[in-house]
Nanobody, 118 residues
Framework: QVRLVESGGGLVQAGGSLRLTCASS???????????VNWYRQAPGKERELVAR???????DYADSVKDRFTISRDNARKRVYLQMNKLKPEDAAVYYC?????????WGPGTQVTVSS
């Protein structure tokens, strides 16, 4: 079964850091490695928004709101993608999802909650 599972969320004070992990399963390396993987987030009452994405060559793009604070990276050998979040703000609080197109399907994880206290 093709799956993405996020972990690493939690409660953190403003200014703190968290590292999210997106772990894949059921995806062979030759499919995972060339695929762009995205991190999205959705706060209550708001639309889901793209936070960061990383290409097969580890070229990264970020939403303006997280530039210089968040870093996306990937470990192709472990078929994982990470999101290092520093200097967290209350407005970063949301459910964070990883996503990718694998085997012609749009695969989403169940999400991990990030809460930032002011």
């Amino acid at each position: 079964q093709v799956r993405l599972v996020e972990s690493g969320g939690g409660l953190v004070q403003a200014g703190g850091s968290l590292r999210l992990t997106c772990a894949s399963s059921g995806i062979i390396t030759s499919v995972f490695n060339p695929t762009t993987v995205n991190w999205y987030r959705q706060a209550p009452g708001k639309e889901r928004e793209l936070v960061a994405r990383i290409s097969r060559n580890s070229v990264a793009d970020y939403a303006d709101s997280v530039k210089d604070r968040f870093t996306i990276s990937r470990d192709n050998a472990r078929k994982r993608v990470y999101l290092q979040m520093n200097k967290l703000k209350p407005e970063d609080a949301a459910v964070y999802y990883c996503n990718g197109q694998f085997y012609s399907r749009d695969i989403w994880g169940p999400g991990t909650q990030v809460t930032v206290s002011s």
